[in-house]
């Protein structure tokens, strides 16, 4: 199953980087493919689910800095990303099942017209920081995008709003005294960049 999955990347320009397919956008922005891979107790059967994304190198780097924790250490989840069946027309989830040992010339070909289909897309969609911006604004909190939710005030640091990082970060804290991703630490480490 390594060996489609490697094959597939290696066709569409992608390279392994930290457990991760990527490809190069522009400096320091690239689209990222990683794939879950299930067998459902179906023997014999990889199930296959790209997930799409892309990764601010600077977003990760400064994520790290400020909240001084180590999942964060090495970029290797990417700043924002979706399942591919949610970015394909079918608008659902999707997933490939090859049987274990036997090539599919043809089920390789679809997931991967697929997936160069969906990474344009999305790459497109979001090479803009301020588009990322954009999209994190309007999720609620407690979203099945958390994950976007700490790297907001990053992402305001960077286009040189750094008091709109602190007011989120504020509020959010205010709002939701049960909230774990505004630590004492990142609130200290956001609040003394320059």
């Keep these: 199953m390594k060996s489609v999955i490697k094959e597939i990347c290696r066709n569409l320009g992608y390279h392994t980087r930290y457990g991760c397919y990527v490809q190069s956008i522009s400096q320091d922005v690239y689209s990222t493919i990683s794939f879950n891979i299930a067998h459902h107790g179906v023997k014999g059967h990889s199930f296959i689910a790209p997930r799409i994304g892309v990764l601010y190198d600077n977003v990760e780097t400064l994520l790290f800095r400020v ?23 079918c608008n659902c989830w999707k997933e490939w099942d090859f ?68 007011h989120f970060i504020k509020s959010t804290n205010t709002e939701h005294p049960e909230n774990v991703i505004f630590t004492k630490t990142f609130r200290e480490n956001y609040s003394s960049l320059p």
């Design 67 to 89: 909240s001084n924790m180590e999942c964060y250490r090495r970029p290797n989840f990417p700043t924002i990303s979706e399942h591919i069946g949610y970015l394909l027309p």
């Design 99 to 166: 049987n274990d040992g036997s090539e599919n010339p043809l089920k390789s070909m679809d997931m991967q017209n697929a997936i160069q289909q969906s990474a344009a897309l999305f790459s497109s969609k979001y090479a803009s920081i301020n588009s990322i911006i954009s999209f994190v604004e309007g999720l609620p909190y407690g979203s099945s995008f958390q994950e976007l939710l700490i790297r907001l005030p990053i992402m305001y640091y960077i286009v040189g709003e750094k008091d709109k990082g602190m």
